[in-house]
């Protein structure tokens, strides 16, 4: 198995700074997965483009880099079954940047957007896979049919794609607990409306009650000792009357 080892010391360093520019920006709808022990093995999950008969599928593919690279250029194979006048059966990809017009100074990113692009416009006069080369020039339709059942049996799903379906799960549980909290909180609100009502309304009988008190007749024989202040004040008058007869016998 080819390891960094077998490149040199300053391909190695140019291709760490390039791979990890590509992990931290990568090329829209390219995504690489890293392997800091090899280099010389580059895989890439490339989604297909909208518009396309590969729109909602990601396929997988590996850049192979020899020894003398980048003099040579890399060899391009998809990993991931696809109907492409330009990619074999066996995956080889035929793109002339990998072939008579590579240049030493085309970075991996270059790479990368030109097969992307293959999925956008492919060139069914070099074809690898002359079936559908031949069916895109004569019957485009029937090569996007082709080419879209491919896409459904074999490419991955677009990872984005399922997390807004949980997210959309997500909100849809948090709405339900949500319209059952507000449920809860009315029939505690009408629970709590009724045993106030219940309250109020059993106030009302012990205030009328109260106020019927006074008319009460036994409430009212109760209400005597009101009738003690005349007699309290009568104790110090007839005190006083006997005063004034015993002064007067002296007398």
């Known amino acids: 198995m080819a390891t960094n080892e077998n490149l040199p010391p300053n391909v190695i360093r140019q291709l760490a700074k390039e791979l990890k520019n590509l992990d931290e920006s990568p090329p829209e709808g390219i995504k690489v997965m890293v392997n800091d022990d090899d280099f010389t093995t580059i895989f890439a999950d490339i989604e297909g483009p909208a518009g396309t008969p590969y729109e909602n599928g990601v396929f997988r593919m590996k850049l192979l880099l020899s020894r003398d690279f980048p003099q040579s250029p890399p060899k391009g194979f998809f990993l991931t079954k696809i109907f492409h006048p330009n990619i074999a059966t066996s995956g080889e990809i035929c793109v002339n940047t990998l072939k008579k017009d590579w240049n030493p100074s085309l970075g991996l990113r270059h790479v990368l957007l030109v097969v992307r692009c293959l999925l956008i416009e492919p060139f069914p006069e070099s074809a690898l896979n002359e079936q559908a080369g031949k069916m895109l020039l004569e ?45 809860s909180e009315k029939t505690s609100l009408s629970s ?10 059993a106030l009302g009988i012990n205030s009328q009650d109260q106020n019927a008190a006074p008319s009460d007749p036994v409430r009212g024989a109760s209400a005597g000792p009101k009738k003690d202040g005349p007699h309290a004040a009568k104790v110090p008058v007839d005190k006083k009357m006997d005063a004034r007869k015993k002064s007067l016998k002296r007398l």
Do not use: M
Not at 157 to 178: C, M, R, W, Y
Not at 192 to 201: C, F, G, I, P, R
């Open 139 to 183: 019957n485009y339709e029937e090569y996007a049919r082709h080419a879209r059942l491919y896409t459904g049996i074999h490419a991955l799903k677009p990872k984005n794609k399922s997390k807004s379906g949980a997210i959309s799960e997500s909100t849809t549980a948090l709405n339900v607990d949500q319209s059952n909290n507000v449920l």
């Open 192 to 201: 709590a409306a009724l045993s106030t009502s219940a309250a109020t309304k």
